[in-house]
């Protein structure tokens, strides 16, 4: 479908559920603005098999609980199938997100951070930092608990946390309580952290402008709000 406003928003993740956790309630504010929304994940989570669940198929029943939360945004998730826990710099990677992104042809490319704790999402982030270079700008994702993150970019999702949540209790297989739990309380810290008023959700990212792209606020959606600076008197 052609967007009315030509953005073309691609997330690239390591995981089925990377999506849902850390930019979903953003996914939906992009989507409210008329932009086209894609999603690659590079592999089929096998190896995130939880305490009492199956083993066997995981990988399969993982998609589909990735397509379940994407269908509710009108998104068809990509499956790259690369081994779960054995991402790592490679020819194939690079092969995988070159024609991923020749494919979607994306205006904004959002990913997991450089330093993030987790190496198949360094090993993601690092070939799409190679790839993207002069092609298209990074929008860089929060880290797990914020660790090592320093933002400049928050997008308001006070509109969209219960769609967030509803997309990460999908992942039935990875016990989907905790991650709820941890997103909601992360959503509000950084609501917090620029100084949205209470009861404000946001998701962070980071943006390192490089020439030629210097400023991509136009491809923003919108920033949370202000809370009243009556108290700095
Ligand atoms: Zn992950």
Known sequence: MMSSTGLRILAV???PDDAEIYIW?????????????????????????????????????????????????????????????GLAQSDLLDRELA???????????????????????????????RLASLKVPVLYVDTLAGTTFLPNVYVDTTAHISAKIEAIRRHQSQDPERFVRNATKQSVWRAYQCNAPDGHHAEAFRFDAHYPFSDIRQQLPPAPSLAPLSNFK
């Open 13 to 15: 993740t390591a995981h």
């Open 99 to 129: 024609s991923a992104m020749a494919a979607f042809a994306p205006t904004l490319v959002l990913t997991h951070d450089v330093q993030d704790y987790h190496p198949d999402h360094r090993a993601v982030s690092q070939a799409l930092q």
């Open 25 to 85: 309630g953003s996914l939906c504010a992009w989507r409210a603005m008329g932009a086209t929304l894609g999603l690659v994940v590079a592999s089929s989570g096998e190896a995130g098999v939880r305490k009492g669940h199956d083993a066997a198929g995981l990988g399969p029943r993982r998609e589909a609980e990735a397509r379940s939360a994407a269908q509710n945004i009108g998104l068809e998730p990509i499956f790259l199938r690369l081994p779960d826990g």
